[in-house]
T-cell receptor, first 115, second 112 residues
Framework: ETGVTQTPRHLVMGMTNKKSLKCEQH?????MYWYKQSAKKPLELMFV???????ENNSVPSRFSPECPNSSHLFLHLHTLQPEDSALYLC??????????????FGPGTRLTVT | GQNIDQPTEMTATEGAIVQINCTYQ??????LFWYQQHAGEAPTFLSY??LDGLEEKGRFSSFLSRSKGYSYLLLKELQMKDSASYLC?????????????WGLGTSLAVNP
């Protein structure tokens, strides 16, 4: 069983809704990541947190707002999304951001549909 | 630009050997890694290469040639459970501001 959990697994929301995705890792890691996976597109890294501090924001629109209250929890707050934001959102963790952060552990993802 | 190419789909027979190729063009290089992703599941880490040569791990091996911008993942004694998507990814440089660049993945179907 994966050490990274995500809730909800599926989410359907309207463009005017506000919702949040939750990720929790039980591996004692210090780095956490949000990815977007769309059909026929490569995996896109959205945000990186290392020891609760955001270290990367890859030009993600402000309608996506991450929050990392501690090293075990990561949230992605969503508001006024667009239909093209429909995708699988994956959370991952690694020991920390550094030479070995290629070994990332992924959660099962949240399948988001924006109507 | 930064680009990773791998075949979209491959098919193979149970018990056989299959090689999945990956070529990359990036501004720098600080490691290449392979992940496996079963349909509807999370990607799982398979291997990492930063130096030229072959890394073997059980039935799976990964090869890297930095001068050619080329890697392959070799799967031996194929099993039905190996049917999955195989993602190639490159870290373009060390230190801060490094980027992880992912390929689209190769969907492998293993037939009986």
């Amino acid at each position: 069983e994966t050490g990274v959990t995500q809730t909800p697994r599926h989410l359907v929301m309207g463009m005017t809704n506000k919702k949040s995705l939750k990720c929790e890792q039980h591996l004692g890691h210090n780095a956490m990541y949000w990815y977007k996976q769309s059909a026929k597109k490569p995996l896109e890294l959205m945000f990186v947190y290392n020891f609760k501090e955001q270290t990367e924001n890859n030009s993600v629109p402000s309608r996506f707002s991450p929050e990392c209250p501690n090293s075990s929890h990561l949230f992605l707050h969503l508001h006024t999304l667009q239909p093209e934001d429909s995708a699988l959102y994956l959370c991952a963790s690694s020991q920390e951001v550094g030479p070995r952060d290629y070994e990332q552990y992924f959660g099962p993802g949240t399948r988001l549909t924006v109507t | 630009g930064q680009n990773i190419d791998q075949p979209t789909e491959m098919t193979a027979t149970e018990g056989a050997i299959v090689q999945i190729n990956c070529t990359y063009q990036t501004s720098g290089f600080n490691g290449l890694f392979w992940y496996q992703q079963h349909a509807g599941e999370a990607p799982t880490f398979l291997s990492y290469n930063v130096l030229d040569g072959l890394e073997e791990k059980g039935r799976f091996s990964s090869f890297l040639s930095r001068s050619k911008g080329y890697s392959y993942l070799l799967l031996k004694e194929l099993q039905m459970k190996d049917s999955a998507s195989y993602l190639c990814a490159v870290r373009d440089r060390a230190g801060n501001n490094r980027k992880l660049i992912w390929g689209l993945g190769t969907s492998l179907a293993v037939n009986p």
